[in-house]
């Protein structure tokens, strides 16, 4: 009698056993589904494949915002705007078409070309006296044409990031690092040709920069 009320019980354990493995099961095919298959179409707003992808629209870093510095200065607030636009074409002589919004708070920079955004961050990495802490500017889009390509790597390199991919850097410890897409042009070749890279980019306040030790998929 107390061998058969055991084994009626390990039957129970077993069942509630195989219903709890086959919901992780569950669960993960649904994640899977979710930033694979679905999250695709829905950047792409298309679930019809056999249409041509022509845009998609995903949060992508595309400008850098300043904000102006309080210290003391003998320039008058047009002579700061002066200097602080001087110091801006200096610095954005060698990009591709963007716009500029000088505000209240400081100035704004936007990109028209994703693939700008890591050499317009290395250009303003020093500012002048009259400019303080910078932060990164996102929209969504819809991105098309040289763009479209950014922002496929930028949606795919966020979900091969491990789910609590941190800063390197044992100050910062952010988490969410930032894909960013750039191009170089090799230059001893007779033809120069594009060749595309990305960049692990960490948005804390300690950093502020791209980590060279991390690893496509692998924490930053």
Not at 19 to 43: A, L, V
Not at 149 to 167: D, M, R, S, V, W
Request: charged content about 25%; overall charge positive; some cysteine.
């Amino acid at each position: 009698m107390e061998i058969g009320k055991a084994e009626s019980l390990m039957e129970k354990e077993n069942l509630k056993q195989s219903r709890r493995d086959n919901r992780k099961d569950i669960g993960r095919k649904n994640e899977i589904f979710k930033h694979g298959i679905k999250g695709i179409k829905k950047i792409t707003g298309k679930y019809n494949t056999s249409k041509p992808l022509t845009e998609i629209k995903i949060s992508c870093p595309c400008g850098l915002k300043l904000t102006w510095q309080d210290h003391a200065s003998s320039l008058t607030e047009q002579g700061k705007e002066a200097r602080t636009l001087t110091w801006i074409k200096e610095c954005t002589k060698n990009l591709r078409t963007h716009s500029l919004r000088m505000t209240q708070g400081g100035m704004e920079i936007k990109l028209e070309a994703l693939t700008d955004m890591l050499p317009l961050l290395q250009v303003t990495q020093n500012p002048p006296l009259d400019l303080g802490t910078r932060s990164l500017i996102y929209d969504i889009g819809p991105w098309k044409g040289e763009n479209l390509l950014a922002g496929i790597e930028t949606f795919f390199q966020k979900n091969a990031y491990h789910p609590f991919a941190t800063c390197g850097n044992s100050e910062c410890d952010k988490t969410g690092p930032i894909p960013m897409s750039t191009t170089a042009y090799n230059t001893t070749s007779e033809q120069p040709r594009p060749t595309r890279s990305k960049e692990h980019f960490c948005e804390g306040e300690t950093c502020f920069k791209t980590d060279p030790t991390a690893a496509a998929g692998e924490p930053i």
